[in-house]
């Protein structure tokens, strides 16, 4: 069956300049994560989507991030005015009722 | 300050002995947890978990045990194989407080044929 997708694989981007990253979770799981990873770190929670309640936004590092998931489904990690620090693996995770999660490959991120 | 804690950032271990990873937390409103493992260019994938109405949870060669008291967790691989190296991240929850799982910070075990 259809894992976690995440897209694109790898972004290499500017300074300053906008990016999205995609993530399609597996169907019917009603929690969506996402996470990053720099190089050398562990995990760090950025947001988490549950069914239709109000995301739980309390990892994001700055108000630069924002996330949406349009129709309890499909999510999308945007980064404004990226800075070098933005640089990692973002990953995305789904999952179902409070089983564990099932992750995506990630979207490794390069700002210039 | 870091509610998920593995101090031992990497481990290495002979093939065929045992590997014992350890975890620690803080919050005791945690009440699952899990462990995971990672291969580079790749995402984490689950690997056993473990609730805190129990001790011990087996799954083949992956062993988990709880010690609530000590606030403790550990993970035995017996016997390791070469495949078994790959960064290996614990992470917990309280299902009182939500789904927002809280990872460590990872351990890096290295198997040695």
């Known amino acids: 069956g259809a894992g976690v997708s995440q897209s694109p694989s790898n972004k290499v981007t500017e300074k300053g300049k906008d990016v999205e990253l995609r993530c399609d979770p597996i169907?019917?799981?009603?929690?969506l994560y996402w996470y990053r990873q720099s190089l050398g770190q562990g995990l760090e929670f950025l947001i988490y989507?549950?069914?239709?309640?109000?995301?739980?936004k309390s990892g994001l590092p700055s108000d630069r991030f924002s996330a949406e998931r349009t129709g309890g489904s499909v999510s999308t990690l945007t980064i404004q005015r990226t800075q070098q620090e933005d640089s990692a693996v973002y990953l995305c995770?789904?999952?179902?009722?409070?089983?564990?999660?099932?992750f995506g490959p990630g979207t490794r991120l390069t700002v210039l | 300050d870091q509610q998920v804690k593995q101090n031992s950032p990497s481990l290495s271990v002979q093939e065929g002995r045992i590997s014992i990873l350890n975890c620690d937390y803080t919050?005791?409103?945690?009440?699952?947890f899990l462990w995971y493992k990672k291969y580079p260019a790749e995402g984490p994938t689950f690997l056993i978990s473990?609730?805190?109405?129990?001790d011990k949870n087996e799954d083949g060669r992956f062993t988990v045990f709880l010690n609530k008291s000590a606030k403790h967790l550990s993970l035995h691989i017996v016997p390791s194989q070469p495949g078994d190296s790959a960064v290996y991240f614990c992470?917990?929850?309280?299902?009182?407080?939500?789904?927002?799982?809280?990872f460590g910070p990872g351990t890096r075990l290295s198997v040695l044929p």
């Open positions: 992470a917990a929850s309280a299902k009182n407080y939500g789904q927002n799982f809280v």
């Open positions: 169907s019917g799981h009603t929690a």
């Open positions: 995770a789904s999952n179902y009722a409070y089983n564990e999660q099932f």
């Open positions: 919050n005791s409103m945690f009440d699952y």
């Open positions: 473990i609730s805190s109405i129990k």
């Open positions: 989507f549950q069914g239709n309640s109000a995301p739980d």
